[in-house]
């Protein structure tokens, strides 16, 4: 008989465990609020205190009993609210482009940097190093013999 | 004019232009008296299904921008709702716009002040932005022909409505 009773109290754990993970919150409401917006005040819902604002936060507290997800809190204030509810843009669609372009951006400056050093040392060395003509040419053998007699009144 | 020389004309045209076009883009002007009123659809706050401004053509509409989270809406929808008995017809409806709320809360004040007239929604406000709203509520008298001929920022009162709003529509003063 207690063999039985441990046997259906086992079985009724396994069935029920699940349900009451399921439903202990995920997320909390400091969370969401970091990463969501006022609508109307234009802040970070943890900053606001409108009465949108506390509807606002009433509205994901339900959902976070309910035990909705991030993802799925976060759907939901979308659909009331629209895309602009969120603090950091959506990464699909149009709002892609808010972390693709400054990467895109970067990556185009990079290379222009990088082929304006290679232009700018090339242009700094002489022809000789190239391998081309001689460079300017030094002093005209009058110019040397005036240099090498200036140099030998000097007692170096 | 080199190849390079133009592309950074360019380059420099295209930067002025995003500037200008962000700075035009976020001061939206708001809508003056005698100028024609958006008329994107938007869903109706219960029941499915969209509408729009121009699904009233013909007809006088006091349009109402609201959200249940704002005090003085809920001061106006009382007078609101009584002029709309008493005028309410194939000349003339109010119609609210339930702007940056939440719907169950929309429709809870909709049941709450037994609103009869025609509710629209605006959820994330862009309809509020295209009227150029400062805030709620707003209320905006549209002409037959679709143009804005009264405007009230902030909340309109049983007075306006009997003075200013109802000598315009059909049949006159009320």
């Known amino acids: 008989m207690k063999i039985r009773l441990v046997l259906l109290a086992l079985a009724a754990f396994a069935l029920l465990a699940p349900t ?10 400091a969370e969401i609020e970091e990463e969501v917006m006022c ?5 970070l819902l943890q900053l606001a205190e409108a009465p949108q604002a506390q509807r606002e936060k009433a509205f994901i507290s339900r959902l976070i009993e309910e035990g909705k997800s991030e993802e799925q809190i976060k759907d939901a204030l979308v659909a009331e609210y629209g895309d602009e509810v969120l603090a950091t843009p959506k990464g699909s669609g149009f709002s892609l482009s808010a972390y693709v372009v400054p990467i895109v951006a970067f990556l185009v400056a ?3 940097l990088a ?20 460079g300017p040419k030094g002093p005209s053998p009058e110019d040397a013999d005036r240099l090498d007699a200036d140099l030998a009144r000097y007692d170096l | 004019m080199s190849v390079r020389s133009f592309l950074a004309v360019l380059g420099v045209v295209a ?5 200008a076009f962000g700075l035009l883009s976020k001061g939206s ?8 009123v958006p008329d994107e659809p938007l869903p109706r706050l219960e029941g499915g299904g969209m509408e729009s401004l121009a699904d009233y053509r013909g007809r006088w509409v006091l349009v109402n921008f ?20 008493q005028h309410g017809g194939p000349g003339f409806t109010v119609l609210g716009i339930d702007s940056r709320d939440l719907s169950s809360d929309g429709r809870d004040f909709v049941r709450e002040y037994s609103l009869s007239y025609p509710q629209l929604r605006d959820g994330d406000g862009e309809a509020a932005d295209d009227y150029g709203t400062t805030g709620v509520p707003e209320n905006f008298l549209i002409d037959p022909a679709g143009k804005v001929r009264l405007l009230v920022r ?16 059909p049949g006159g003063r009320s």
């Open chain 2, 154 to 169: 902030g909340p309109i009162t049983e007075e306006y409505l009997r003075e200013e709003v109802a000598p315009l529509l």
């Open chain 1, 39 to 43: 609508p109307v005040c234009g802040t």
């Open chain 1, 110 to 112: 990079a290379i222009a």
């Open chain 1, 20 to 29: 009451a993970l399921a439903a202990e919150p995920r997320v909390t409401l």
């Open chain 2, 15 to 19: 930067l002025v232009g995003l500037l």
């Open chain 1, 115 to 134: 082929i304006g050093v290679l232009r700018w040392r090339r242009a700094g060395r002489g022809p000789r190093d190239r391998g081309g003509k001689r």
């Open chain 2, 66 to 85: 609201w959200a249940s989270w704002c005090i003085p809406c809920r001061e106006e929808a009382p007078a609101l709702e009584r002029f709309q008995r």
């Open chain 2, 29 to 36: 002007s708001g809508l003056e008296l005698g100028e024609a």
